[in-house]
Every structure is written in structure tokens, then in C-alpha cells.
């Protein structure tokens, strides 16, 4: 079993930015993918970034690539989102998942997820 806590979400203005944090406990964090996903109201969850286990590699949604980065520090068991230059179209509830995978970009492949943080970008 692994547990993930996000925090960090809030409101902030167009062009403003976050750092979202997910800290994980239980099973070995250096085991698991990691990935943020995000659901809109009225939405699907859908895709936000990835990174390995190794934190070598990391994959963004095209929506998000340059200006959000992932990243992991194993040491803590924590991964963060930074979050730069939002727009109104960033505002979702914001989710930390780990996978057994080295990463995933779909959410079929997340075995485990957190209760998620809201993220409201004002225009």
C-alpha cells in the first residue's frame, strides 16, 4: 500500500504560479512511477505529467509542456508540480498517483492515488 497526500493547491490570478507537493508513505516510494492528473468540473481526468522512478524521465500533456515541471525527491518520498505562468484553463482539482510501472501517461495505469487539491486560477 502506498499513501499519497497532496497539498499546495489554492487560488491564484492568470499568469500567477503554484507548487503542488505529494508526500507518499508506506511501500518503497522509489518503486513507483509518479504522475499528476487533473479533473475539471464535468470532465474526465485527463493526463498533467509523469516522471520515472529514477526521475530521469518525464513526460508532460501538451496543454501544460513549458510551463509546468515535474520533479522527485526520493529522499523525502515527495513529488512536486511546479506550476508557472496558470491560466482560468489550469483551474481542476489536482491528483497525485504512483504506479508500479517506471511511469504512466494513462489513468488505467495508477494503482494508487491521493484525495486531491484544488487549484483555481482567476482571470
Known amino acids: 500500500q502506498v499513501q499519497l497526500v497532496e497539498s499546495g493547491g489554492g487560488l491564484v490570478q492568470a499568469g500567477g504560479s503554484l507548487r503542488l507537493s505529494c508526500a507518499a508513505s508506506?511501500?518503497?516510494?522509489?518503486?513507483?512511477?509518479m504522475g499528476w492528473f487533473r479533473q475539471a468540473p464535468g470532465k474526465e481526468r485527463e493526463f498533467v505529467s509523469t516522471i520515472s522512478t529514477s526521475g530521469r524521465s518525464t513526460y508532460y500533456a501538451d496543454s501544460v509542456k513549458g510551463r509546468f515541471t515535474i520533479s522527485i525527491d526520493n529522499a523525502k518520498n515527495t513529488v512536486y508540480l511546479q506550476m508557472n505562468s496558470l491560466k482560468p484553463e489550469d483551474t481542476a482539482v489536482y491528483y497525485c498517483a504512483a504506479t508500479p510501472r517506471l511511469y504512466g501517461l494513462n489513468v488505467g495505469l495508477y494503482d494508487y492515488w491521493g484525495q486531491g487539491t484544488q487549484v483555481t486560477v482567476s482571470s
Open positions: 508506506g511501500r518503497t516510494f522509489s518503486s513507483y512511477g
